[in-house]
């Protein structure tokens, strides 16, 4: 809109100023007038391309700082899932979750098919195929860590904050309480320095091809998930977070 404005500004005084140099600027000092008004083309030229490009770079921008805490998000989320497959439940507290990549080990186990003979009564025995699990050993929770920067994984990259990680229990079914978690951070931060309207504009997202809403999270504390809010590219590695 306000790209708009500017262009129909720039007409209605282009044609303002050629009704007065006509009327009223003698022969001899329309040079200076010329010159005049090929410098303030050049400077409008300039306005309009850069309300052109600023969305534009905007987007890319935006889009860079998002993967960079996607990527740390991810890793909570990791972590989190790893969590509850020892402990049957998510935790809300970060030393925990930090200590338990440090230390906490996953139980390996080996399913196999075991047959059994069921006694039906009347003398009938009928062989059942059970299913079971057995543990084989145990690996440690860094492995699935290694190389990466688990450590800083609650800071939100670009800022001074850290993410928000909360936990509740939804009923799934009646009667059935299901645990899940949540971590997340507000846009604003992340956006920090870039056009204010625009960065509004980002805060009411609703489309679908766009991260909703004023945050950026992962899990849900109203219903069980472990996704996050952002739209699939982010997971398919087409935007490439710039280094630092």
Known sequence: MNLLLMILAAVVVAILLAVLIVKF???????????LLLAATVFLGYKIWGGI????NFDKDKKVRYAKVIKNLKLIRDAEVKYKDVHGTYTNSKDSLLNFIKTGKLA????????????????????????????IGYEPVMKYF?????????????TDKQFEL??????????LLVPVFE??????PILK????????QELEAIETDQIKGQFVSVGSLTEVT?????????????TVAKED
């Open 226 to 238: 472990t996704g996050g809010n952002w739209p699939p590219y982010y997971d398919k590695g087409q």
């Open 53 to 56: 490009m600023e969305p534009i």
């Open 193 to 200: 320095g870039m056009n204010n309207s625009l960065v509004k």
């Open 25 to 35: 600027v003698p022969l001899k000092m329309r040079w200076l007038i010329s010159i």
């Open 108 to 135: 390996l186990t080996e399913t196999t098919n075991v047959e059994e003979k069921v006694d039906r009564g009347g003398g009938i025995f009928v062989t059942i195929s059970k299913r079971q699990v057995d543990t």
């Open 146 to 158: 290694e190389g990466k920067d688990f450590e800083n994984m609650f800071n939100v990259p670009g």
């Open 166 to 175: 909360a936990t509740s229990k939804v009923e799934k079914v009646a009667g």
């Open 183 to 188: 971590a997340k951070v507000e846009k604003t």
